[in-house]
């Protein structure tokens, strides 16, 4: 079963810029929270700004979205490829049997 590329990318999307966007808000009121997680993106992202204020709050949430959503385009992408490399796969062997 094919995954719908689309679907996938909107889905991760969300799921990633909404945890940023949680993690965030909570730390807006209590700065302890999540400084660890802040700190981790802050290393892998190099724009990522996780300071009290909340314009950066929603820059960094625009970043999740995007960045969640070309990991889920990419990850359906290669998942639908190898599933078709499998059925090519699979119709060679059950030829040459």
């Known amino acids: ?5 689309r679907g ?4 991760s999307g969300l799921l990633l810029g909404c945890a940023i966007l949680l993690v965030q808000l909570i730390n807006l009121a209590d700065p302890a929270y999540g400084a660890n997680l802040l700190a981790l993106l802050r290393s892998v992202y190099p724009w990522f700004h996780s300071t009290q204020h909340i314009t ?3 820059v960094d ?4 979205l995007l960045d969640g ?4 385009a990419l990850f ?3 998942y639908n ?5 499998s059925s090519v796969e ?3 062997k059950r030829r040459h049997s």
């Open 56 to 58: 950066s709050v929603m």
């Open 61 to 64: 949430t625009a970043y999740g």
């Open 8 to 11: 996938v990318a909107i889905a």
């Open 90 to 92: 699979h119709v060679f």
């Open 76 to 78: 359906a992408w290669i």
């Open 81 to 85: 490829m190898m599933l078709e490399l």
């Open 1 to 5: 079963m094919r995954l719908s590329i």
């Open 69 to 72: 959503a070309i990991a889920g």
